[in-house]
């Protein structure tokens, strides 16, 4: 599929050639949801933590003789069935990630790339340079119309560019290696270099 490249001013840059093995796929909703999900999972922390009854802070003294009472035999007050007591079998740290084969991550990127082409939501720049003026940038970035855009750069950023980038709201950039499907497709619009879209046809050929 043939799409224009345009520059960052706006201006005609010609075309380019985009494989359908990474641009022309039918989007598959099954696949970038597993891939976001196994994305989302490996980035939760799995810090959350309750104490038990035996690291609550009362006091192990039996609360009352064991029998006569008429009520309930128990020890001490940690017991779960108190307030404030230990909590059974609540949360404890654990990694919340799980394994997907790179084919599968590698797949679910093509489809994220497919479903902003196939809607209309991919943008081919020349280069992603800026002098490192963050004013100059962000009235381009607002002539071309990019509200929430992620901007995929080659091998590596342009300096300049990412210092002008850092303040302005809804703009991100990321090198090729740094491309996943989550930011693709929770961005309005999906920016991609010249030379991202060689890295990225290197990357998942």
Known sequence: MKL??????????GDIE??????????????????VRWQRNNAQAGTHKVKT?????YSTKKIYRQKGTGGARHGDRNAPIFRKGGIYKGPT?????????????????RHALSAKAKAGELVVIEDATAEGKTAALAKQVKNLGWKRALVIDGAAVNEGFLKASRNIDGLDILPTMGANV???LKRDTLVITKAGVEALEARLK
């Open 4 to 13: 224009d490249v345009i520059k960052l001013d706006g201006g005609k840059a």
């Open 18 to 35: 985009l494989s359908e093995d990474l641009f022309g796929l039918e989007p598959r909703a099954d696949i970038l949801h597993r891939v």
């Open 53 to 57: 009854r035996s690291e609550t802070s």
């Open 93 to 109: 740290p654990r990694s919340h990630g799980h394994e997907l084969t790179k084919k599968f991550r590698k797949l679910g990127l």
């Open 182 to 184: 989550y930011d693709i």
